[in-house]
Nanobody, 125 residues
Framework: QVQLVESGGGSVQAGVSLRLSCAVS????????MGWFRQAPGKEREFVAA????????NYAASVKDRFTISRDDTKNTMYLQMNSLRPEDTAVYYC??????????????????WGQGTQVTVPS
């Protein structure tokens, strides 16, 4: 059975950094593209970042580009999201997601088959 477990969320002041982790079990991690999404209160879930199998290709939402970095460690079956210069508008529940087997990197939520339970990130204004 597939499990995705996020960790690393918290409440931090604007301008500081956090690193989220997503540990995956139940699948051969290296064979899947991965993504991060977030959902702010009262808003729909939105794309944040995605990474290809092997990690050579990454995509970012315009709102986080140059502040956030997605990466993966296939030896640890874990994906990361380094978030720098956090802003109040980054406040949301962050979800990691597992894409299709041998699929390409994608921003489309519908292409992700398994999701974690989410981790809260709060940046007070």
């Amino acid at each position: 059975q597939v499990q995705l477990v996020e960790s690393g969320g918290g409440s931090v002041q604007a301008g500081v950094s956090l690193r989220l982790s997503c540990a995956v079990s139940g699948r051969t991690f290296k064979n899947y593209p991965m993504g991060w999404f977030r959902q702010a209160p009262g808003k729909e879930r939105e794309f944040v970042a995605a990474i290809s199998r092997g990690g050579s290709v990454t995509n970012y939402a315009a709102s986080v580009k140059d502040r956030f970095t997605i990466s993966r460690d296939d030896t640890k079956n874990t994906m990361y999201l380094q978030m720098n210069s956090l802003r109040p508008e980054d406040t949301a529940v962050y979800y990691c997601a597992l894409g299709g087997l041998f699929a390409g990197v994608t921003l489309n939520q519908g292409s992700y088959n398994f999701w974690g339970q989410g981790t809260q990130v709060t940046v007070p204004s």
